[in-house]
């Protein structure tokens, strides 16, 4: 157990209220201090400024969700705390990969739900941000939050019925999110134009993967890899040319704008973009 001596609920929620929100704040408090950086500004994926008051109303956003987390996490730790084997490294990289895809299916799956005109005011929070910066990646409905952590902690409890899971597991594969959530909302490509194309850049993602969903709301519902996107057709056919512009320091200036793609029978399939629900 990381927790010391089983504290109280209240107390309990007080710490992880502590730690947590403390982690969140550092990873985009780091996020931030690269996203001002002269070297990120030429690398922007969309260059636009942000809009008015939206820095606020994302930092109330984000207060929800260091309170919803706290109680969402707490409880989970109440919860399942017993279930919990003591610590291996083969354990806890099994619990990390386990969440690790858990999460990523888990996300794909509620996100697209969330876009349906039904459901779309419970994610209206993140998009918010058209142009996204680091603050974005703390920017949801308590709701949301609800959905998206919860949902996720019980696919782990799910699995601790099958094979043993470590807490150390799961923190790793936390702090792991919170800093790819924070550079992934950075509207800022650091990765070489090659990763797109290459066999990694074919699963994971990219600061412009995310940017793009942003800017254009239907396709690229992906966590951290591209992988469901490219086996549902939800990619953007364009997103190795946004790309390559970010890295070339001319981002794209219209949120609507669509880059010309050369013909090829391997290029992944393009999503329509449809009207917004809200
Ligand atoms: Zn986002
Ligand atoms: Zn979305």
Known sequence: MLLLDRPSLPMLVLGVLLISGMVKLLTVAFGWLAWRTRAAERLRVYRRELSEGQLRNEAWAAVGVLLADAAIIAGFLAWTGPLHAPFSLPTALWTYAWMFVGYEVWFYATHRLLHLPRFYRFHAQHHVARVTEPLTALSFSVLERVVLMGGGLCLHYAALHLMPGTQVGIIA?????????????GNTEWLPKRFVTSWVGRIFFTPTFHAMHH?????????????LDRWFGTTFEDYPQVHARARDGEGLTRMGER???????????????APQAM
């Open 173 to 185: 594969y936390m702090l792991t999110n919170y800093a790819l959530n924070a550079v992934g909302h």
């Open 215 to 227: 800017a254009r709301y239907q396709g690229h519902y992906g966590l951290y890899t591209v992988l």
């Open 259 to 273: 880059l010309p793609v050369a013909a090829s029978p391997a290029t992944p399939s393009a999503a329509p973009e």
